[in-house]
Each structure stands twice: as C-alpha cells, then as structure tokens.
C-alpha cells in the first residue's frame, strides 16, 4: 500500500491522487502542512514540498510530475501520457504549463496570500496578487477553451495528465470560490466531465478548517 503526503488544497497533490484513483491503486493519505517545515519531512523531502509518494518498502518519491509518470509506468493499463511521441511531447507540455505557468500567475497568488496567510497567522501582504491571479485567470480560460476547439480533451481525443493538471488547479480555485465559470462555458462543460469522473470524488468531499466551498463545489451540475 503507498502512502501520500498532501495538502488537500495543494494542486500538485491533487493530481497524484486522481491518477492513483484513474488507475485503481489503493493508497492511504497523510495530512502534511508544509508550512510547518518538519524535519521528518525533510527526510522525505529535502524541497520540503507535497506529494511525496512513500512505498511500502520505505522508498519515496516527490515531485507530482514525476510521481505520476512512475505510477502510469508501473500500472500501464489505460495510459495517461499518449500514445505516439508526438502526443506525450504535446501532453508533458501542457502539464508544463498548468504546473508552472498557471500555478505561478494564478493558483500560487490565490493559495499563499489566502490559505497560507490564514494557516501561518500573517496578514495578506498584497491584494495586488488577488488582483493579478483574478485577471491571469481568464487568459487561461481563453486558452483551454482554444485548445478544445478542435479537440474532445486537452491534448487530444483522450483524457490525459494534461487534462488532469489543469482540473487539479482550477479544482483548488473552485473551492475558494475563484473560477469566473460564467466567462467560459466551454471550459465550464469540460470541467464539469472531469468533475463527474469517480476519480475526482474524493476531492469533491476535502474541507479544511477556517475555508468551507461554495455550495456548487461538490455540485456536479454546477
Ligand atoms: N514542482 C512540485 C511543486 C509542489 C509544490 O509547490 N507544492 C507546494 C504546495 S501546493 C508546497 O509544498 N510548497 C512548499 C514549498 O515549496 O516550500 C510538484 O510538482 O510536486
């Protein structure tokens, strides 16, 4: 049985565990607020940072890119990174893109000047980032619905890592209440079929303390 460290609103974790779900590998989480810097995680993790994925032999592995590409690997039924060069080349792009760019201009903003000033006791230090992330966000909106334009899923006819990427931070967004869904209903739709996958439920049910989701959160007509 593998052992997830997480942070339920961390994207990153999200991500490993739809795919975990996606593949029918039974895993048990572990709460870890990274904040806290403990020095047993930095056994796990010297990046200090969630998910760390712990093997029942003890072996542990971070970084969810990597995580998730060493799951599909070890459990190849029903891959999630193509099928041709091209595909991966295209999906590990895009994963990319929600992993860096997205988080970096929007999900990060969000996260550290809300539920991190929360958790840690500091004062949101610049309403300048909200502002930031709530115009960022839209550009990415813009930018999933061009993709699907002639496409069923992110990358292609199949629901990828890339797909996955990209729900797991807007799912984190929706919980605080931060995805302007009105701006695109292309991309409201095909969030709305990731949503209803059995994978995301879990997700669907997360609460943290002090942050209750809006109602439509675990709405999967929303
Ligand atoms: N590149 C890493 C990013 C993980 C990450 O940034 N996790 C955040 C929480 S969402 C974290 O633990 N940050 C702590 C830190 O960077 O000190 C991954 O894909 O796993």
Request: hydrophobic letters at 40%; charged letters at 25%; aromatic letters at 14%.
């Amino acid at each position: 049985m593998y052992t997830l460290y997480h942070f339920p609103l961390c994207p990153f974790s999200r991500q490993v565990r739809i795919v975990l779900k996606e593949k029918d590998v039974p895993f048990d989480l572990v709460l870890e607020n990274y904040w806290e810097r403990r020095p047993e995680f930095a056994r796990l993790n010297p990046a200090m940072a969630v998910p760390v994925l712990v093997e029942e032999d003890g072996s542990h592995l971070s970084e969810s890119t990597a995580i998730c590409e060493y799951i599909n690997e070890i459990y190849p039924d029903k891959s999630f990174i193509g099928d041709t060069p091209h595909h991966r080349a295209e999906i590990r792009r895009l994963v990319c893109w929600f992993n860096q760019k997205f988080f970096h201009e929007v999900t990060n903003y969000i996260l550290s000047q809300r539920v991190l000033c929360f958790y840690t006791g500091t004062s949101e230090t610049s309403s300048g980032s909200i502002r930031a992330a709530k115009a960022n966000i839209t550009y990415h909106l813009d930018y999933i619905a061009f993709l699907m334009r002639n496409r069923k899923w992110l990358a292609g006819e199949s629901l990828s890592l890339a797909d996955i990427a990209a729900a797991s931070q807007l799912s984190v967004l929706d919980y605080l209440g931060d995805v302007p869904w009105e701006h695109n209903q292309t991309v409201k739709d095909w969030y709305a079929l990731i949503k209803s996958r059995p994978s995301f439920r879990p997700l669907l049910a997360d609460r943290i303390s002090g942050f209750n989701p809006l109602p439509h959160y675990a709405d999967l007509d929303f």
